[in-house]
C-alpha cells in the first residue's frame, strides 16, 4: 500500500502547477483524499480536500478559487490544479486518504493513509 504526491516543480508567481497524488494497493476512489502542505521551517497544514462524493472542503481560504481538485479513478489518481501561484504556496505538499468524508480539521495525524511529498518552489 502506498501513497505518492508528484508533478511539483519549480514556478512563477502567477502560473500554474498541477500535482497528482497516486495509490498502489489501494483505490482512492473510496476514500477522502486531503492534501497537505509544509511551508519551510513551519508547521504541516491542511489546504484542501475532495470527498468520496466529489465535494471539497477547504482548510486554507487562500486556495479558494485558485486550487481545484478531481479524480481519476481509471488512474486510481486525485489531481490538484494550482493557478495564480503566490510564494507563500511554496512548500512540500502531501495527499493522504481517510475515511469517505473530509475532516472539518485537517489533522495529518489522523490520515490512515499518509505519502510521501513533493516540493513546489513558486518564484516571485
Known amino acids: 500500500v502506498q501513497l505518492q504526491a508528484s508533478g511539483g516543480g519549480l514556478a512563477q508567481a502567477g502560473g500554474s502547477l498541477r500535482l497528482s497524488c497516486a495509490a498502489s494497493?489501494?483505490?482512492?476512489?473510496?476514500?477522502?483524499i486531503g492534501w497537505f502542505r509544509q511551508a519551510p521551517g513551519k508547521e504541516r497544514e491542511g489546504v484542501l480536500c475532495?470527498?468520496?462524493?466529489?465535494?471539497?472542503?477547504y482548510y486554507q481560504d487562500s486556495a479558494k478559487g485558485r486550487f481545484t481538485l478531481s479524480r481519476d479513478n481509471a488512474k486510481n489518481t486525485v489531481f490538484l490544479e494550482m493557478k495564480s501561484l503566490k510564494s507563500e504556496d511554496t512548500g512540500v505538499y502531501f495527499c493522504?486518504?481517510?475515511?469517505?468524508?473530509?475532516?472539518?480539521?485537517?489533522?495529518?495525524?489522523?490520515?490512515?493513509?499518509r505519502g510521501k511529498g513533493t516540493l513546489v518552489t513558486v518564484s516571485s
Open positions: 493522504a486518504a481517510e475515511g469517505v468524508r473530509c475532516s472539518w480539521t485537517a489533522d495529518w495525524n489522523d490520515m490512515g493513509y
Open positions: 475532495i470527498s468520496r462524493g466529489g465535494s471539497t472542503t
Open positions: 494497493g489501494f483505490s482512492l476512489e473510496y476514500y477522502a
